[in-house]
C-alpha cells in the first residue's frame, strides 16, 4: 500500500511539472501573440492545463499525507519536520493561488479575446496580453515546485526548507520582471511601427 501511494504521488509530481512547465511556456506565447487567432489557440491549451493540475494536486496532497502517516514503518518522521510542513504549506498555498489569482487572469484573457474582433492591435486585449500578474505567477509556480523537489528529494530541517523557497521566489520575481521589461519594450516598437 506504501509503495502504491508513493506510485500515486510521484505520478502527481510528473503530472504537475509537465502541467505547469505548459502552463509557463503558454503564458510566455500569450505575451508575444501576434493576432487575436493565436491568443484564440494558445487559450485553448490553458483549459487542459486546468484539468490536469486539479487531479495531480489531489495526488500529490492526498498520498502525501498518507505517506507521511505511514512513515513510523519505513523510518521515522515526524509531522512537525521542516521539509513535510513547508511542502505542505507551499503546495496548500500554490492550490490558493491557482483557485484564486490565476483563474482569474485565465477568466480575464478569455473575456477579452472572446469579445474581440479580429483587427490588430487592440488597446484593451492588449493591456491584458501584456499584464504582468500572470507572468509573476506562473513564473512563481514553476520556481516553487522546483524548489519543493528539492525540499522533498533531500528532507532538510525548517531553516533550509524555508530558505529554498524563499530563494526560488526571489528568483522567480526577478526572472518574470526581466521578462516583462523586455516583452513590453518590443510591443511598443511593434505598435508604433
Ligand atoms: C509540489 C509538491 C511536491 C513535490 C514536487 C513532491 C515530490 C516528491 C518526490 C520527488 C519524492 C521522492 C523523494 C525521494 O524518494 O527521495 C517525494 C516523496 C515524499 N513526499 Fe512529496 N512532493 C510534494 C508534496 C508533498 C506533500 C505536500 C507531502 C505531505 C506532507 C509529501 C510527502 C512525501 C513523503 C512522506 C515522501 C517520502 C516517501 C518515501 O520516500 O518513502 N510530499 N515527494
Redesign the pocket.
Known amino acids: 500500500m506504501?509503495n502504491a501511494a508513493?506510485f500515486l504521488?510521484?505520478l502527481g509530481?510528473v503530472l504537475?511539472?509537465g502541467a505547469v512547465t505548459t502552463s509557463l511556456l503558454t503564458t510566455l506565447r500569450v505575451q508575444t501573440a501576434g493576432s487575436v487567432a493565436q491568443l484564440r489557440s494558445l487559450t485553448a491549451v490553458t483549459k487542459w492545463i486546468e484539468a490536469v493540475i486539479a487531479p495531480a494536486m489531489v495526488l500529490?496532497?492526498g498520498?502525501?499525507?498518507y505517506?507521511?502517516s505511514q512513515?513510523d514503518d519505513?523510518?521515522s518522521?515526524p509531522w512537525n519536520a521542516g521539509w513535510?510542513v513547508v511542502?505542505?504549506v507551499?503546495?496548500?498555498l500554490?492550490v490558493v493561488i491557482g483557485v484564486t489569482v490565476e483563474a482569474s487572469d485565465a477568466k480575464r484573457l478569455h473575456t477579452a479575446i472572446a469579445n474581440a474582433t479580429d483587427e490588430w492591435p487592440q488597446a484593451d486585449l492588449r493591456a491584458v496580453q501584456l499584464a504582468s500578474r500572470p507572468v509573476y505567477v506562473v513564473f512563481f509556480g514553476t520556481s516553487l515546485?522546483v524548489a519543493?523537489?528539492f525540499v522533498?528529494?533531500n528532507?532538510p530541517g525548517f531553516v533550509v526548507a524555508i530558505a529554498a523557497c524563499v530563494i526560488a521566489a526571489v528568483a522567480s520575481a526577478i526572472a518574470a520582471t526581466i521578462r516583462i521589461r523586455s516583452v513590453r519594450r518590443a510591443a511598443l516598437v511593434s505598435d508604433i511601427g
Open positions: 506504501y508513493l504521488h510521484l509530481v504537475l511539472v500529490i496532497i498520498c502525501g499525507i505517506l507521511v512513515r519505513h523510518g518522521v513535510v511542502s505542505l507551499i503546495t496548500l500554490l515546485v519543493l523537489l522533498m528529494t528532507r
